[in-house]
């Protein structure tokens, strides 16, 4: 039962790319940052701060797939939310067991699975059987998260969303609890000057010729 684990820092292209992947290889799929996402929607939604961890511990602990769904889990403040929360260590604790179980056994009949995140390849499915890590530069990541919000109706400077990224990826890299690197055994696809197609082509080729697939 093959695990893909594709990690990376936030508009890298990893999500796009990961669905595409699960689609075209029919294997389950997971955005594990739409737990943490969930996580710091519930917390906002009772007006209450992502930075108080014993509050954000006791939403991980409770959290359903149903949550996975909340209309606002894409909006910027949730985004940066969910930062603050997946640097607390009892809410990693609280959705390891979440991330684990759906590579194990994955739903609908699937027979493998495909989970995004930060830390797939080191420390939730460190023996995945392909590990990959999508990286871009920062301008075009936060050009990326820009033009995505602008598609979305919502407002955005490009250089605020510049300034927010850099900040998100200090606090994923730095913080003490699985921090935002590469596996050693990762292949890392910059996708700075590819677009979507372009990169599924690379990553759809190299699982082919890892797998079978």
Same mark, same amino acid.
């Given at each position: 039962?093959?695990?893909?684990?594709?990690?990376?820092?936030? *508009?890298?292209?990893?999500?796009?790319?990961?669905?595409?992947?699960? %689609?075209? /290889?029919?294997?389950?799929?997971?955005?594990?940052?739409?737990?943490?996402?969930?996580? *710091?929607?519930?917390?906002?939604?009772?007006?209450?701060?992502?930075?108080?961890?014993?509050?954000? *511990?006791?939403?991980?602990?409770?959290?359903?797939? %149903?949550?996975?769904? !909340?209309?606002? @889990?894409? =909006?910027?403040?949730?985004?940066?939310?969910?930062?603050?929360?997946?640097?607390?260590?009892?809410?990693?604790? &609280?959705? /390891?067991?979440?991330? #684990?179980?759906?590579?194990?056994?994955?739903?609908?009949?699937?027979?493998? &699975?495909?989970?995004?995140?930060?830390? @797939?390849?080191?420390?939730?499915?460190?023996?995945?059987? @392909?590990?990959?890590?999508?990286?871009?530069?920062? %301008?075009? !990541?936060?050009? !990326? !998260?820009?033009?995505?919000?602008?598609?979305?109706?919502?407002?955005?400077?490009?250089?605020?969303?510049?300034? =927010? /990224?850099?900040?998100?990826?200090?606090?994923?890299?730095?913080?003490?609890? &699985?921090?935002?690197?590469? &596996?050693? =055994?990762?292949?890392?696809?910059?996708?700075?000057?590819?677009?979507?197609?372009?990169?599924?082509?690379?990553?759809?080729?190299? @699982?082919? %010729? #890892? /797998?079978?697939?």
């Amino acid at each position: 039962m093959p695990v893909i684990a594709i990690d990376g820092p936030v *508009a890298s292209g990893k999500g796009t790319l990961a669905r595409r992947l699960a %689609e075209s /290889l029919d294997l389950a799929y997971l955005d594990t940052g739409s737990l943490y996402r969930a996580v *710091a929607s519930c917390i906002l939604e009772r007006g209450s701060d992502p930075d108080d961890s014993i509050l954000a *511990a006791k939403v991980a602990d409770t959290l359903t797939a %149903e949550d996975l769904d !909340r209309g606002d @889990i894409r =909006d910027e403040k949730v985004g940066q939310g969910a930062s603050i929360v997946a640097a607390n260590q009892e809410v990693r604790k &609280a959705l /390891l067991e979440f991330q #684990r179980n759906f590579a194990k056994t994955p739903p609908d009949g699937h027979l493998g &699975a495909i989970l995004d995140g930060r830390d @797939i390849g080191t420390v939730v499915c460190p023996d995945a059987e @392909i590990k990959l890590f999508i990286s871009a530069t920062p %301008e075009v !990541r936060a050009l !990326r !998260r820009h033009k995505e919000l602008l598609g979305r109706g919502e407002e955005s400077i490009y250089a605020r969303v510049l300034a =927010d /990224l850099r900040e998100r990826d200090q606090r994923d890299r730095n913080r003490d609890t &699985a921090p935002l690197r590469a &596996a050693d =055994d990762a292949v890392i696809l910059d996708t700075s000057d590819m677009d979507a197609d372009r990169a599924f082509k690379v990553a759809r080729q190299l @699982i082919k %010729e #890892r /797998l079978s697939l």
